[in-house]
């Protein structure tokens, strides 16, 4: 069984930054990507960012482009989730998954999930 445990996030002003790490247990073959997602309070979950493993493609969900980068070492098992001009909307838990993606950042199967971290933005 992989567990994915994620840590850094915390409480900053809007306009800060803050960088999330995600490690997987150990190395998944059977997932083709990664990613980021968030829950607000009262919210549904959404997509922050995908990242494939084999060729390191990124996609971003509108509301981050720019502001938000995703990155990855593979010899670390680790996905990070760069978070820069932060705004009071950003404030969710946020969670990385491990599955199967077909193009872009359409998942069809999330087989890990990560217990998350939560990221708090004051005005």
């Known amino acids: 069984q992989v567990q994915l445990v994620e840590s850094g996030g915390g409480s900053v002003q809007a306009g800060g930054s803050l960088r999330l790490s995600c490690v997987a247990s150990?190395?998944?073959?059977?997932?083709?990507?990664m990613g980021w997602f968030r829950q607000a309070p009262g919210k549904e979950r959404v997509g922050v960012a995908t990242?494939?493993?084999?060729?390191?493609?990124?996609y971003y969900a509108d509301s981050v482009k720019g502001r938000f980068t995703i990155s990855q070492d593979s010899a670390k098992n680790t996905v990070y989730l760069q978070l820069n001009s932060l705004i009071p909307e950003d404030t969710a838990m946020y969670s990385c998954?491990?599955?199967?993606?077909?193009?872009?950042?359409?998942?069809?199967?999330?087989?890990?999930w990560g217990q998350g971290t939560q990221v708090t933005v004051s005005s």
């Open positions: 990242i494939y493993r084999n060729n390191g493609d990124t």
């Open positions: 150990r190395y998944i073959g059977s997932s083709n990507c």
């Open positions: 998954a491990a599955g199967l993606c077909t193009s872009g950042d359409n998942w069809f199967e999330y087989q890990y």
